[in-house]
Structures are given as C-alpha cells and as structure tokens.
C-alpha cells in the first residue's frame, strides 16, 4: 500500500510541476509573487476542509454539505465578530469551529445511528444549513470594514518569529495553521487507534463489526471531523476574502473538497488514501485554479473541469482496483 | 440420545453451553443443544448443511445470542454481548472467510482495535514485531508489513488465529475452517492444531471432511436439524457410524416421487468448463426427469447452474436445450431457449421484497407484455394469476407485497414467475433453504407436478432427504467435478455423503 500511495502522490507532483511548467511556458506572468501568493490563499480552506472529507471518504461515506457547513461556520464567525468584537478573533474561531464539529454531528448522528444514507442525509443538510446561513445573517453581508484586522492579517502577515527569514517571512498565518491540520491529521490517521479504525471500517464493514470495532462510533466522529473541518475552512475563508456573503461562502465548495480528497488517492470504495496525497492534490487544484484564470480561461470553466478531473480520478481508481483485486485472484 | 459411552474428561471444561435454543424468526434453527469444550482438546461439531453447526459456533462466539440456554466459562456463567467481550473473555471465533481488512498491513490485521501503543500513539515497530512473535508460535512466516491483499484464504486463517492467540484465548471456534484449504493447508492447520492442543486450549472444530475430522478431532458431536443426536470419543466410533447419526430421519413428511413419464432429452451439458470452479462437467436430464445435484457447499454445483443459465461466462463445453445450442449465451438467450433459474438466495436475487405479488409474479415476462415499451398492468396481474393459482399461492390478494408471505410461498410465487415463461427446463438452487418443514413439503409436492407436467429438473440441494426423495438420478459434485451418479433405486444418504466428502467406501464401511 505504501508504495501504492507513494505513486499517487509522485504523480501529483509530476502533474502540479507539468501546470506550472505548461503555464510559465504560454504565460510568463504566472510566476509572479502575487499569482503564487493567490494560490497560497486559496489552497489552505481546501486543505482543512478535505482533511475531515478524507475521513468520511475512506469509511465509504460521503459529506456534500460540507460547503454548506463552511457557509455557516463562517458567516457565524463573521456576525459574532461584527457585533461582539470582545470576542476576539480567537474567541469567535473557537466558536465557528465548534458550530461546524455540531453540525457535522447531526450529519453523523443520522448516518451513524439512525442509518440514513451519507449522500440522502448530507443532501439534505446542504439545503437546510445554506438556508440557516441565510437566516442568522438577514440576508446582508459582513463587509471587511465591519471585521477585526487581527481577523485579516491571519491571511496576511506570517508569525513574527519568522519575520526576518527571507521569502518564508511571506507566508501568512492561514498556511501554517493548514500545514498543522494536515500534520496533525496524518499523525491522527497513521498513529491513533481511532485513525486506524477508520481505514479498517473503510476497508472490511462486516470485519470491522465482527472484529469489534465500535462502528457506530467511528461512522459518527468521521462526519464530526468533517464538521471541524467544514468550520475551521469558514473560519478561514472569513479571513482570507473580508467579505462574508450568505449566499457566496462555500457556495459549492464541497464539489472542490471532494474532487480534492479524490484525486488526493483516497479511493470512494473505501478503505485507502490519506492526508499526504490529499495535502498535494489541494496544491494541484490550487494550481490548475490560477492556472486557468493567468491563461484567462474564463471562470464558468473551473467548475466542469473540477468536476471532470473527478471522474477521471474515480475511473481511474475503480480500475486499479478492479486490476489489484484480479492480481489477488479475487473476485472482480 | 446421548451415548452412554462418552469416557471421562481428558481436561477440564472451559466452555460449557447447555439446552442453547436459537431461533430466527419463526424458524427454530437450535433446539437444547448441550456442548462442553475442554482443555486440550478438539472437539468435533458435525451435521450437515443447514443442521445448525455454524449457527451454534456464532453462539459460542458472541455474534448471535440465543433465544434460550446459559453459556458458562470455567463454571462461571457468562452473557457475551458481542465478539469483542466473546474475544475479551478469552473465546476467538475463527471463520471459514476470515475477517481480514485488505489494505492493511498483515500486523495490523492481528492487532486491530487494540494496536499496542506508546505515550498515546501507536507503537508501529513493537506491533510487527508481537505480529512476528505471535505468527512464529503458529509455525508461519509472512512478511508482516505487507498488505493482506492477495495472501491465501490458509494465510488469513493464520493472521485469525494469531490474533486469537494475542488475545490469549483460551477457546478457539473455526466455523468451517477448512473448507477453503488445501490438502496441504490442512495438514499445516492440523499441526497448527496440535500445537495449541498441547498448549490446553479448548478447540471447537466445525467440518464436513470425515477424514480430516477423524485425523484432527479427538470428540465428535453431530447435529441434525438444529438437534443434537449423539456424542462420542473418536476412538469409540468410526465413519460409518457417524455418517449414520448426520443423515438417519424420519422420511415420513416427505412426497411421493410416483414412476416419473420419461421423454427426450431436454437439457444437455458436455464437458461445461469454467476454472476455477468446475472443469468438465457433462449431464442430461430428460423431459419429466428430476436430476439432484449434491455436494458439499463450495463444490461448484451453483456455478453449474448459472453457466446453464448464462450467468457466467464458461471456458469451454456446450449446453444445448432441446436441439437450441446455446454458446456464450446470456441469461435472455437462456429464456428464450426455455431455461428458468429460481436461485437460492431469495431475498437477493429472487424476488422484489416491497414489491407486489402480481408484479413479481409477471416480472419474468415483463418484456414479452409490453407493447411500444409499455406493460398493461391489466394483463400483467392475469399473468400473474395464471402462475399463483397454479401453484396454489397462499395470500390475502395480489396487491399484498411479497416480503409479507411466508418463505414457502414466496418461493412459489418465484416458480410460478417462471412458468409463465413456459420453460422446458427448470434449474432449482436450494429451492426449499429458509423454508419450514411444513411448507417444505408443498414446495416439493409443486415440483413433482412440475416434472409430471413434462419439465425437466435439475436440482442443486444440500438437503439429502430432499435429494434422496424427489430425484430419479442424483449426480455428486466435488471439487468442481461430477465424482458419482446414483439411480433412484440406488441412492442411500450414506453413500452420497461419502462421495461428496471424498470419504472411500472402505471408511464408510469400516
């Protein structure tokens, strides 16, 4: 299996060097500090966000709201901070956070114990959690002047500490604290029981039941986590654009998340895949995303070419699979 | 019914279970079955399919909880509410398809849910290493790191039983264990066996081979429908006598077969090859002929089936239904040609639960009513009729949904789905599985009328007093190969049974 991923994530690489390469060839202007500095932004919501989906993928479930739950999170955080401004930003993040850990358990509470299908129950709280995005915020806006600058400078300023080191000192706040998740979810998936409950629930249901693990459980913390994910994102979005619109935020969002766990190597049958393909898939997506508008590729593109890099993915895993499943001599 | 003869223990008793009843839904599968494993020894429980072997080894295990009947662990009563507390109270259910997770490391297959950990994480190295220890104390190498996809069946019992044996279990249940193995595999287990034997655990062992029972076992029990009929020392009984105890019956509910009116052949199969599962197969079965098609599970008589039906796609050979030669043929060409299958799993391929009886009942001919694409629903429920009241389908209306009607007419309703079709052979998976006694007896009474009426059975059964009573010629599967035929008159269960477990005569007569 190491080796497996290790090839997954090797073509990553290769495909996020061939865009570059590709784009700085039509397009000097990609290499500029502010087209890379665009990308930086955009990829740190993805990255949290999919770190949670990768846990739902692998235990064969799915979470379509989590654009959803991005949208309410932060829209949340943005009102808290516009009216309560001795929150702090910190305050109010712990806050959005925790909102999106309790929306993901309602999604897990009724996958998990009352055993509603992922896509049906998610479905439906994509619709109701954009609708309560709307109603906590009367349908206006929170516009940049109405927020903290601490809130902003998360995406703008980078630690101190690293202030005088040459080009690191450019790399704002928002991208540490996602290389963090990321770590932290590997660490979690690689090192934990809980981790390795998840990929032996993805991989084997009926063993994982008979073998004891506490499915139920895991089923629901993996939609929990999503949840966490989901608000943290928001959190971050609220910070990287200023302007928090109900019907703007994470509008979507959740094609981009799971097209990024996909691609990422975690394989929609279960059982396979994790942070460090998903980490460089986010990059990928990032890069294809300022690829597309240096090359002035219009913008109703990104969707469909999102939506058809996924399928590509799933084909392509659903046919390594069957071929690994023929190698085993088992049956395809 | 006991035998008087069971001499004293050779160890103490570790797990005792007395008067277990088990029942699902209205279908009693264990009646007062009394069993005691002891330290060091192996512990046979036999019977044949469907006696209720592998439904007392869940019991045991943890997975199923009897409906009546006390579990006791070293003289202590015990509840057991599921295999992890099975597994904690030191019991390991070892099964035929071993519960392994593909894509994990053969380490972690053993450790799962308990992984051993350091300062709160996972301890990767100590894991290989307590995988590579507890591997060796089985006398197996395998490269712990790598992933359990593609190891064989006999690989992944090892990586169970490893784990069983971290679990310091002092009870082992293998459900079927061999069944999937090797001669060689099994030799390799037997030692495995012995080894765990000497070290005083308690070991039930499920199985059909009578040699490998006779060569591993050291006491014998045998079940026969969900009852237990005797018990014994292996070195106070033989083959034959065993044999006796798994298929002796009432056959009193059973139909009356009559003088069947034989016609042309109707199906012919020559030399029907599909590897692994069954190589060179060759059978006719004549208008108004009954053909059982015994073996053991696994044998390959339901893969048979469904290349005569062109489920599967065959390496070679031929199937011809009354002069049509069907080649690489799909289950439409079968149809067309007069096959019917009535499968045997109901419940996933038979029939549409929620569904109606007349839309089940019409569903085989759904294309042949519709006109322009559309199906008169009208016409559909007359179809429908015409099968159920042949059958004599016991229901409050049509409208009622299948899921509603007992097993027994809802396998009617699936026979009568077929005979709409008007086919010339009919192909039976296990037509009476899941089906009370009673309702057992009408589903073999429609099948007689079925071959009167001039159709041509083929009829895969595990259920021998079902074969015994309904064939005119019975053809015995093992290994993925016809090893005997029987004419009525000379079928005996005993014989059969020795065929398909590959016992020789000479031990059946012994």
């Known amino acids: 299996m190491k080796k497996l991923l290790a090839r997954r994530e090797l073509s990553l690489v290769l495909a996020i060097i061939l865009i570059v390469g590709v784009a700085i060839a039509l397009q000097p202007r990609f290499a500029s500090e502010q087209n890379i500095r665009s990308i930086l932004l955009w990829v740190p919501l993805l990255a949290v966000a999919a770190m949670g989906q990768t846990a739902v993928i692998i235990t064969r479930g799915i979470d379509v709201s989590v654009g959803s739950i991005l949208g309410l999170a932060g829209m949340t955080t943005a009102i808290l901070l516009r009216d309560y401004p001795q929150l702090g930003v910190g305050g109010a993040a712990v806050i959005g956070i925790g909102l999106g850990a309790l929306l993901g358990a309602i999604n897990g509470g009724m996958i998990a114990f009352a055993k509603v299908p992922p896509i049906?129950?998610?479905?439906?709280?994509?619709?109701?959690?954009?609708?309560?995005?709307?109603?906590?915020?009367?349908?206006?806006?929170?516009?940049?002047?109405?927020?903290?600058?601490?809130?902003?400078?998360?995406?703008?300023?980078?630690?101190?500490?690293?202030?005088?080191?040459?080009?690191?000192?450019?790399?704002?706040?928002?991208?540490?604290?996602?290389?963090?998740?990321?770590i932290l979810s590997h660490l979690g998936m690689t090192y934990t029981r809980y981790g390795r409950d998840v990929y032996a629930l993805g991989g084997n249901p009926d063993a994982a039941a008979l073998r004891g693990i506490p499915v139920n459980f895991v089923t629901f913390m993996a939609y929990v986590l999503c949840g966490i994910g989901g608000g943290f994102a928001g959190v971050l979005y609220a910070s990287r654009y200023g302007t928090v619109n109900p019907s703007g935020i994470g509008n979507g969002f959740e094609l981009q998340v799971i097209a990024a766990v996909v691609i990422g190597g975690v394989s929609v049958f279960g059982g396979t895949g994790g942070a460090p393909g998903v980490a460089l898939s986010c990059l990928l997506l990032g890069v294809v995303n300022v690829a597309l508008s240096v090359l002035a590729i219009a913008d109703t593109w990104q969707m469909a070419i999102y939506g058809l890099v996924l399928l590509v993915a799933i084909v392509a895993d659903e046919r390594f699979a069957r071929s690994a499943r023929k190698r085993a001599g088992e049956a395809v | 019914?006991?035998?008087?003869?069971?001499?004293?223990?050779?160890?103490?008793?570790?797990?005792?279970?007395?008067?277990?009843?088990?029942?699902?839904?209205?279908?009693?599968?264990?009646?007062?079955?009394?069993?005691?494993?002891?330290?060091?020894?192996?512990?046979?429980?036999?019977?044949?399919?469907?006696?209720?072997?592998?439904?007392l080894a869940k019991i045991l295990g943890g997975v199923y909880k009897p409906v009546a009947g006390k579990l006791a662990l070293l003289g202590n009563e015990i509840t057991l509410s599921g295999p992890r507390d099975a597994a904690a109270k030191g019991i390991a259910l070892i099964h035929q398809e071993p519960l392994t997770f593909p894509d994990l490391s053969v380490a972690e297959n053993i450790f799962i849910g308990r992984q051993p950990t350091k300062a709160g994480r996972i301890d990767w190295a100590k894991m290989r290493q307590d995988a590579e220890k507890y591997l060796a104390a089985l006398g197996v190498t395998l490269d712990v790191s790598a992933p359990v996809r593609g190891l064989s069946?006999?690989?992944?019992?090892?990586?169970?039983?490893?784990?069983?044996?971290?679990?310091?279990?002092?009870?082992?249940?293998?459900?079927?264990?061999?069944?999937?193995?090797?001669?060689?595999?099994?030799?390799?287990?037997?030692?495995?066996?012995?080894?765990?034997?000497?070290?005083?655990?308690?070991?039930?062992?499920?199985?059909?081979?009578?040699?490998?029972?006779?060569?591993?076992?050291?006491?014998?029990?045998?079940?026969?429908?969900?009852?237990?009929?005797?018990?014994?020392?292996?070195?106070?009984?033989?083959?034959?006598?065993i044999l006796r105890w798994m298929v002796g019956r009432d056959v009193h509910h059973l139909v009356e077969r009559g003088e069947p009116k034989l016609g042309d052949v109707a199906l012919d199969v020559n030399g029907l090859t599909r590897k692994p599962r069954f190589a060179d197969i060759s059978l006719s079965v004549k208008a108004g002929e009954i053909v059982g098609l015994a073996g053991l599970v696994g044998a390959g008589r339901t893969d048979v089936l469904r290349a005569i039906f062109g489920l599967d796609t065959v390496d070679s050979g031929l199937v011809a239904v009354v002069g049509t030669k069907l080649v690489h043929h799909d289950p439409a060409r079968a149809m067309e040609a007069g096959?019917?299958?009535?499968?045997?799993?109901?419940?996933?391929?038979?029939?549409?639960?929620?569904?109606?009886?007349?839309?089940?009942?019409?569903?085989?001919?759904?294309?042949?009513?519709?006109?322009?694409?559309?199906?008169?629903?009208?016409?559909?429920?007359?179809?429908?009729?015409?099968?159920?009241?042949?059958?004599?389908?016991?229901?409050?209306?049509?409208?009622?949904?299948?899921?509603?009607?007992?097993?027994?007419n809802q396998q009617k309703v699936v026979i009568g789905k077929w005979l709409l079709t008007n086919p010339k052979v009919l192909l039976l998976d296990e037509p009476?599985?899941?089906?009370?006694?009673?309702?057992?007896?009408?589903?073999?009474?429609?099948?007689?009328?079925?071959?009167?009426?001039?159709?041509?059975?083929?009829?895969?059964?595990?259920?021998?007093?079902?074969?015994?009573?309904?064939?005119d010629r019975v053809l015995v599967m093992r290994g993925g190969q016809i090893v005997s035929t029987f004419d009525r008159k000379d079928a005996t269960a005993e014989g059969i049974i020795a065929a398909a477990s590959g016992a020789t005569l000479a031990e059946v007569t012994a």
């Open chain 1, 120 to 182: 049906v129950a998610t479905l439906g709280t994509l619709g109701i959690y954009r609708g309560l995005t709307f109603i906590v915020s009367g349908g206006r806006q929170v516009d940049d002047y109405q927020l903290p600058k601490d809130l902003m400078n998360w995406s703008l300023e980078g630690p101190a500490l690293l202030s005088k080191v040459p080009f690191i000192n450019s790399i704002p706040w928002v991208v540490w604290i996602a290389l963090l998740v990321m």
């Open chain 2, 339 to 408: 096959v019917a299958l009535v499968p045997e799993d109901r419940q996933q391929h038979g029939v549409l639960m929620p569904q109606s009886i007349w839309e089940n009942g019409s569903l085989a001919i759904m294309p042949r009513l519709a006109k322009l694409g559309l199906v008169d629903d009208k016409t559909a429920r007359q179809k429908s009729a015409e099968g159920t009241q042949r059958l004599a389908v016991k229901m409050r209306d049509d409208e009622q949904a299948i899921r509603e009607l007992s097993g027994g």
């Open chain 2, 432 to 471: 009476t599985r899941g089906i009370d006694v009673g309702a057992k007896a009408e589903v073999h009474r429609v099948i007689v009328e079925l071959a009167q009426s001039g159709l041509a059975v083929l009829m895969v059964s595990s259920d021998l007093p079902e074969v015994l009573a309904l064939s």
């Open chain 2, 1 to 55: 019914m006991t035998s008087a003869a069971v001499s004293p223990v050779s160890g103490e008793v570790i797990l005792s279970a007395s008067h277990i009843s088990m029942r699902f839904g209205p279908v009693e599968v264990l009646a007062d079955i009394s069993v005691e494993l002891r330290a060091g020894e192996v512990h046979a429980l036999l019977g044949e399919n469907g006696a209720g072997k592998s439904t």
């Open chain 2, 153 to 241: 069946v006999a690989d992944r019992q090892m990586i169970e039983l490893a784990s069983a044996l971290s679990l310091n279990a002092k009870v082992l249940i293998l459900d079927e264990t061999t069944a999937s193995l090797t001669p060689g595999e099994v030799k390799k287990l037997s030692a495995v066996l012995d080894r765990l034997k000497a070290e005083g655990k308690a070991i039930a062992f499920i199985g059909h081979r009578m040699e490998e029972i006779f060569s591993i076992c050291d006491r014998i029990s045998v079940l026969r429908d969900g009852l237990k009929v005797g018990e014994t020392l292996r070195t106070e009984t033989n083959v034959d006598a």
